[in-house]
């Protein structure tokens, strides 16, 4: 049973209301929301409501009903992982573009952690009394790159702790749609867009999930949502068009970097949900605007890794080089006007 109460500026129809009420951990779309008002599930006071369209008001309470979870259960599978680093306690993973990190009902198997279970075998000592991987940070199942897992309680406690406090160091490369610069002065009017020496952009903001699309994440301001900054510097320039840009976070939200660049104007190339509908300019870029266009991904890729080791305390860093599909778009990119 969830219980939210109405905000001072909750639309006024039901499922549109609660869409914007409910917690972001509760992972409830419209759409589920509307299948649970129309089962029954949504009530009032005691009085059960069926009319996704009926009408509330700011301040009022509402109840739903959720049955059990369905259970996912997660079973050990022989996919091959390119392995950086592996100890006792702790396991790093060049993750392919394509792969989720963590079964769910719509993916519940082909996944890291079912890889992981089948690689790591009895050499995992335990997360919270189950052998299983402890996965402290994820990346985008379209994102390819670094990844950090736990295979002890001790290890997974101690990764947690560090990225708690956003001592974690990670680089992300992406190519962009244009070339944010300083100079710009779209750019530096864009709210929560500031500038720092060496030509780093900082985006600070708050992220919270979109009003209307639940899947995705929005930019928001305070009180609203969760702190977020990400910094990025330009690394090289493709003709005025697109960028490939150097990323690093400070905090780690869902899509950070993604929705960040997205405010500031710079989507990735490729990403279906941020990027929007721009393209390069044929004229300019022939045959890299056709590239661009033809990405199937976003263009993110999480190049570099470096925490202290949970129980030793040694310092680790790790990168990866781009992989070929973004190796092929940033040449294509290149040729286009050499």
Same mark, same amino acid.
């Given at each position: 049973?969830?219980?939210?109460?109405?905000?001072?500026?909750?639309?006024?129809?039901?499922?549109?209301?609660?869409?914007?009420?409910?917690?972001?951990?509760?992972?409830?779309?419209?759409?589920?929301?509307?299948?649970?008002?129309?089962?029954?599930?949504?009530?009032?006071?005691?009085?059960?409501?069926?009319?996704?369209?009926?009408?509330?008001?700011?301040?009022?309470?509402?109840?739903?009903?959720?049955?059990?979870?369905?259970?996912?259960?997660?079973?050990?599978?022989?996919?091959?992982?390119?392995?950086?680093?592996?100890?006792?306690?702790?396991?790093?993973?060049?993750?392919?573009?394509?792969?989720?990190?963590?079964?769910?009902?719509?993916?519940?198997?082909?996944?890291?952690?079912?890889?992981?279970?089948?690689?790591?075998?009895?050499?995992?000592?335990?997360?919270?009394?189950?052998?299983?991987?402890?996965?402290?940070?994820?990346?985008?199942?379209?994102?390819?790159?670094?990844?950090?897992?736990?295979?002890?309680?001790?290890?997974?406690?101690?990764?947690?702790?560090?990225?708690?406090?956003?001592?974690?160091?990670?680089?992300?490369?992406?190519?962009?749609?244009?070339?944010?610069?300083?100079?710009?002065?779209?750019?530096?009017?864009?709210?929560?867009?500031?500038?720092?020496?060496?030509?780093?952009?900082?985006?600070?903001?708050?992220?919270?999930?979109?009003?209307?699309?639940?899947?995705?994440?929005?930019?928001?301001?305070?009180?609203?949502? /969760?702190?977020?900054? %990400?910094? =990025?510097?330009?690394?090289?320039?493709? $003709?005025?068009?697109? #960028? !490939?840009?150097? +990323?690093?976070?400070?905090?780690?939200?869902?899509?950070?970097?993604?929705?960040?660049?997205?405010?500031?104007?710079?989507?990735?190339?490729?990403?279906?949900?941020?990027?929007?509908?721009?393209?390069?300019?044929?004229?300019?870029?022939?045959?890299?605007?056709?590239?661009?266009?033809?990405?199937?991904?976003?263009?993110?890729?999480?190049?570099?890794?470096?925490?202290?080791?949970?129980?030793?305390?040694? /310092?680790?860093?790790? %990168?990866? =080089?781009?992989?070929?599909?973004?190796? $092929?778009?940033?040449? #294509? !990119?290149?040729? +286009?006007?050499?």
């Amino acid at each position: 049973m969830i219980e939210v109460t109405l905000g001072p500026d909750s639309p006024p129809r039901l499922d549109k209301a609660l869409s914007l009420a409910v917690p972001e951990e509760a992972a409830l779309s419209r759409s589920r929301l509307a299948r649970l008002i129309s089962e029954g599930a949504v009530s009032r006071g005691g009085e059960v409501v069926t009319d996704q369209k009926a009408k509330v008001a700011p301040g009022e309470t509402w109840q739903i009903c959720l049955g059990p979870a369905v259970a996912v259960e997660t079973l050990p599978e022989a996919i091959a992982l390119n392995v950086v680093y592996e100890d006792a306690d702790l396991i790093v993973i060049d993750k392919p573009a394509g792969m989720v990190v963590h079964p769910a009902p719509g993916s519940p198997s082909g996944t890291l952690v079912n890889a992981l279970l089948h690689h790591c075998g009895d050499s995992l000592s335990g997360i919270g009394g189950e052998r299983r991987p402890g996965i402290v940070h994820r990346i985008d199942k379209e994102t390819s790159g670094l990844l950090v897992a736990a295979k002890s309680d001790r290890a997974h406690h101690g990764l947690a702790t560090q990225f708690e406090a956003h001592s974690v160091t990670r680089h992300y490369l992406a190519v962009c749609h244009g070339v944010p610069m300083g100079s710009d002065p779209r750019l530096r009017g864009t709210r929560g867009v500031s500038f720092e020496a060496g030509g780093v952009i900082r985006i600070a903001t708050n992220l919270a999930r979109h009003r209307t699309d639940r899947q995705k994440q929005a930019v928001t301001w305070p009180p609203e949502g /969760r702190h977020a900054v %990400t910094r =990025a510097h330009v690394v090289e320039a493709f $003709a005025g068009q697109a #960028a !490939l840009i150097d +990323c690093w976070l400070e905090t780690g939200r869902t899509h950070q970097i993604r929705v960040h660049l997205a405010h500031a104007g710079h989507g990735l190339i490729g990403d279906p949900v941020y990027g929007g509908r721009r393209k390069l300019s044929e004229k300019l870029m022939g045959e890299g605007a056709q590239a661009a266009a033809d990405f199937p991904r976003q263009a993110l890729h999480a190049a570099s890794l470096g925490f202290d080791h949970p129980v030793s305390g040694a /310092r680790l860093d790790f %990168t990866s =080089a781009l992989p070929a599909d973004m190796q $092929a778009l940033i040449g #294509a !990119l290149r040729g +286009c006007y050499r």
